[in-house]
């Protein structure tokens, strides 16, 4: 263990607020934003670290932490065909051990073949903008109150697919592999997971846009009047009905998107619950 490293975090925070009454409608509204680029300026003399699956996790100077490092999938290969004609520039075949229904890479370095070279910069889990709003509506003892929250840039490694896009082996499969390479199903999108093992390298194939926007909470009430609570020796009775995470909007295919970290490995989801309550003050 050693303390081997300097992060450097810059950005702005900015929050705004608004509280104003019309007649007997009164409301308040709230914003804030943050955003944030995190950058590794300095690591163990240079060394890189590598982390988690396949080492898809890479820390390296000049890089945001656990940046997503691997290679630029390309899709699937129809026919044997196609494999025989995936060369670089000097005529090479690039993966001559493929078959139909593998999966295709970049040679982004033009060696003619797959390997370290060809890995690049697929992304990061921090999300270059985070953001809230919330705000509050009162009318003659009604009252309705909301929050939503949400961060936008970031991306997310779905290694829950590692499993649900395999052979069935260790997990109930996903509807996407409908979707399968078969011989049958020739133009599938899904690679062959009876295949090459290079169908599962790290690589783009598993790595989302992470942003969402979440209805985190909403809360409708009633005070009933005071001089009604009165008669029953109650100074204040607040009836309320209240939803957390009701509502969620992303491209994120996994089971949630508000995971904290970088790679999803099926992290249990946000719960979604329906509360109905009562404030009382005697």
Known sequence: MANAGTIRNQG?????????????????????????????TALNGGQ????????????????????????????????????????????????????AGDARYIDRDD?????????TNLGNPFPWLTYGISASVDWKGFDVQLFLQGVYGNEIYNAVRLRTEGKGEEATLSTTMRDVWTISNPT????????????????????????????????????????????????????????????????????DPEIGVGVDYGNYPQARTLLIGANINF
């Open 12 to 40: 702005i925070e900015i929050s705004l607020d608004h509280k104003n009454k019309l007649g007997k409608l009164g409301y308040t509204l709230n914003g804030n934003i943050s955003l944030i680029k995190n950058e590794l």
């Open 48 to 99: 890189k670290i590598y982390k988690e699956i396949d080492n898809i996790l890479l820390c390296d100077e000049g890089l945001p932490i656990n940046t997503f490092w691997g290679y630029q999938y390309d899709g699937v290969f129809t026919s044997n065909e196609e494999v025989q004609a995936h060369k670089n520039s000097e005529g090479i075949v690039i993966q001559p051990n493929a078959q």
């Open 111 to 119: 060696s003619g073949e797959i390997d370290d070279g060809d890995k």
């Open 188 to 255: 599938g999108t899904i690679p062959n997971p009876n295949g090459a093992p290079d169908n599962f390298l790290a690589s783009s194939r598993f790595v989302e846009d992470g942003s969402y926007l979440r209805l985190k909470n909403i809360q409708i009430g009633y005070t009933i009047p005071k001089n009604i609570t009165e008669k029953i020796l109650v100074n204040r009775c607040r009836l309320y009905i209240s939803g957390n995470n009701l509502l969620t909007f992303t491209k994120y295919t996994g089971y």
